[in-house]
């Protein structure tokens, strides 16, 4: 395979979605460029997707998507170094209603949300990630010796591990008011009120109370993803506001006065209830998902995930699954979907390996495949690889419905959070034979179907 250019292709890719003066700003997740564009119809898909290195576009949740696969840092360190484009989190739609020309109909309202949830949860998700692998090292070790949870240490590491779920709150607050750019000391401290003691205390006791004379909901609010999200909202609106109102040399003591005046009140007993039954409603809907569709559920995840990659909105279910973890303990439905998703990608790629007799195609999809089982990332093999050639898609739809039903049907449960390859089965903990069971099945029926329906005889083989 030809060497690329880095600095080249990224010339030529910020060439041809109208030059610098076109972008608001870039950004990147493990596979993509992520372009907030001013005009989006000045991007020229068919010339960027020929580019050497470029596996695909996308527009999805309000950004231009270039694919780009193991090529991505390389290329965007490229850009920022070479351009005068603003490199960070992408401004806030919502405060900023000017960032795209595009007509303002329910998918462009459905995709601002999706693009919001995913920036708000990205840094309360990395976090998760570390509990939830630490929790998985704490009962591996109390499998393999049972006395040691009872020591201080592991109860101390417990504690630890347990504390991104418990304070979900916060760090959803957190990353809410980053995407807002608002301050998030104002956010953390409404979440963080919600989590207080004594706040706690009042709301278990059983008796009702008021404010203001209106009956508050008694509830508690840890483990609860909503209510820290939609109080950073608020706090973001209203610092914007009344930083605006009050006359400079006032401000910096009646502003943040008024943020928690007006703020507390309306989280009290509107916000954080709201936000809390909400989330019950998810709960709710995945329950009868799984109550209806049975041990399908997961296939019907695995056979629709690649869609969702296609539209930019793959992490649509980012909400639900965390919802779900904190409030039922664990994950029957995404977790384990996502899972076989990304090895059923790989069994497809595996199959084309066999089959193609073109030696750069093999590589690429060996490389593409082994990405998918072992990282977790799907968009090579699914942009280089199965879509490209289009009969793999139908090997891995069928192969990630079989392995995801298997799995379901076998009672596979992620009991924390963990990265969605095969390297992730330990959150599974006494339900782990169920995955690898779907796992086995997926990467089976994908290489055997793509084997089948896929000749080798692509153009250029």
Same mark, same amino acid.
């Given at each position: 395979?030809?060497?690329?250019?880095?600095?080249?292709?990224?010339?030529?890719?910020?060439?041809?979605?109208?030059?610098?003066?076109?972008?608001?700003?870039?950004?990147?997740?493990?596979?993509?460029?992520?372009?907030?564009?001013?005009?989006?119809?000045?991007?020229?898909?068919?010339?960027?997707?020929?580019?050497?290195?470029?596996?695909?576009?996308?527009?999805?949740?309000?950004?231009?998507?270039?694919?780009?696969?193991?090529?991505?840092?390389?290329?965007?360190?490229?850009?920022?170094?070479?351009?005068?484009?603003?490199?960070?989190?992408?401004?806030?739609?919502?405060?900023?209603?000017?960032?795209?020309?595009?007509?303002?109909?329910?998918?462009?309202?459905?995709?601002?949300?999706?693009?919001?949830?995913?920036?708000?949860?990205?840094?309360?998700?990395?976090?998760?990630?570390?509990?939830?692998?630490?929790?998985?090292?704490?009962?591996?070790?109390?499998?393999?010796?049972?006395?040691?949870?009872?020591?201080?240490?592991?109860?101390?590491?417990?504690?630890?591990? %347990?504390? #991104?779920?418990? /304070?979900?709150? $916060? @760090?959803? *607050? &957190?990353?809410?008011?980053?995407?807002?750019?608002?301050? +998030?000391?104002?956010?953390?401290?409404?979440?963080?009120?919600?989590?207080?003691?004594?706040?706690?205390?009042?709301?278990?006791?059983?008796e009702p109370i008021s404010m203001?004379?209106?009956?508050?909901?008694?509830?508690?609010?840890?483990?609860? %993803?909503? #209510?820290?999200? /939609?109080?950073? $909202? @608020?706090? *973001? &609106?209203?610092?914007?506001?009344?930083?605006?109102?009050? +006359?400079?040399?006032?401000?910096?003591?009646?502003?943040?006065?008024?943020?928690?005046?007006?703020?507390?009140?309306?989280?009290?007993?509107?916000?954080?209830?709201?936000?809390?039954?909400?989330?019950?409603?998810?709960?709710?809907?995945?329950?009868?998902?799984?109550?209806?569709?049975?041990?399908?559920?997961?296939?019907?995840?695995?056979?629709?995930?690649?869609?969702?990659?296609?539209?930019?909105?793959?992490?649509?279910?980012?909400?639900?699954?965390?919802?779900?973890?904190?409030?039922?303990?664990?994950?029957?439905?995404?977790?384990?979907?996502?899972?076989?998703?990304?090895?059923?990608?790989?069994?497809?790629?595996?199959?084309?390996?066999?089959?193609?007799?073109?030696?750069?195609?093999?590589?690429?999809?060996?490389?593409?495949?082994?990405g998918a089982f072992l990282s977790?990332?799907?968009?090579?093999?699914?942009?280089?690889?199965?879509?490209?050639?289009?009969?793999?898609?139908?090997?891995?739809?069928?192969?990630?419905?079989?392995?995801?039903?298997?799995?379901?049907?076998?009672?596979?449960?992620?009991?924390?959070?963990?990265?969605?390859?095969?390297?992730?089965?330990?959150i599974f903990e006494q339900t782990?034979?169920?995955?690898?069971?779907?796992?086995?099945?997926?990467?089976?029926?994908?290489?055997?179907?793509?084997?089948?329906?896929?000749?080798?005889?692509?153009?250029?083989?």
């Amino acid at each position: 395979m030809s060497k690329i250019n880095y600095d080249e292709l990224a010339s030529n890719i910020i060439k041809n979605i109208g030059g610098e003066e076109n972008v608001k700003t870039v950004t990147h997740c493990v596979t993509r460029l992520r372009f907030y564009l001013k005009n989006i119809d000045t991007a020229k898909d068919e010339e960027i997707k020929q580019l050497p290195g470029v596996l695909g576009v996308v527009f999805g949740n309000g950004q231009y998507q270039v694919i780009l696969g193991e090529h991505l840092f390389p290329v965007f360190d490229a850009i920022i170094t070479k351009y005068a484009i603003e490199a960070e989190e992408p401004i806030n739609e919502n405060l900023d209603g000017d960032l795209i020309n595009e007509k303002r109909n329910l998918k462009y309202y459905f995709e601002k949300v999706i693009t919001f949830m995913s920036q708000a949860l990205t840094p309360f998700i990395t976090v998760v990630y570390g509990a939830g692998m630490l929790r998985v090292v704490l009962s591996l070790i109390s499998f393999f010796a049972p006395e040691v949870d009872k020591s201080s240490t592991y109860q101390l590491f417990n504690y630890m591990a %347990l504390t #991104p779920f418990y /304070f979900m709150p $916060i @760090l959803v *607050a &957190y990353g809410t008011s980053k995407v807002l750019k608002s301050n +998030p000391a104002f956010a953390i401290a409404m979440a963080a009120a919600l989590l207080y003691p004594d706040f706690n205390s009042l709301m278990t006791a059983g008796e009702p109370i008021s404010m203001f004379s209106i009956p508050v909901h008694l509830g508690t609010y840890g483990n609860t %993803l909503l #209510p820290g999200i /939609f109080a950073a $909202i @608020l706090c *973001a &609106y209203l610092e914007k506001w009344f930083y605006r109102i009050i +006359p400079g040399m006032l401000k910096s003591v009646f502003a943040p006065l008024c943020i928690f005046l007006v703020g507390f009140p309306i989280t009290v007993l509107v916000l954080g209830p709201a936000g809390s039954v909400v989330g019950s409603w998810i709960v709710t809907g995945i329950v009868w998902l799984q109550a209806h569709a049975g041990g399908m559920a997961p296939g019907i995840i695995a056979a629709t995930h690649p869609f969702l990659v296609m539209m930019g909105v793959n992490m649509l279910m980012v909400g639900p699954m965390t919802e779900l973890l904190a409030r039922v303990g664990f994950d029957n439905v995404f977790r384990p979907g996502w899972i076989i998703h990304n090895v059923a990608e790989g069994g497809a790629c595996m199959a084309v390996a066999l089959r193609t007799k073109n030696r750069d195609l093999r590589t690429t999809a060996i490389s593409a495949g082994v990405g998918a089982f072992l990282s977790g990332v799907s968009e090579p093999a699914l942009y280089g690889i199965n879509l490209r050639l289009k009969k793999p898609m139908i090997g891995l739809v069928l192969g990630g419905f079989a392995g995801g039903s298997v799995a379901g049907i076998m009672g596979a449960k992620a009991f924390s959070m963990g990265y969605s390859s095969v390297l992730g089965v330990v959150i599974f903990e006494q339900t782990i034979f169920a995955i690898l069971a779907g796992i086995a099945a997926a990467f089976l029926v994908s290489f055997i179907i793509t084997l089948v329906l896929y000749k080798g005889k692509e153009k250029g083989e």
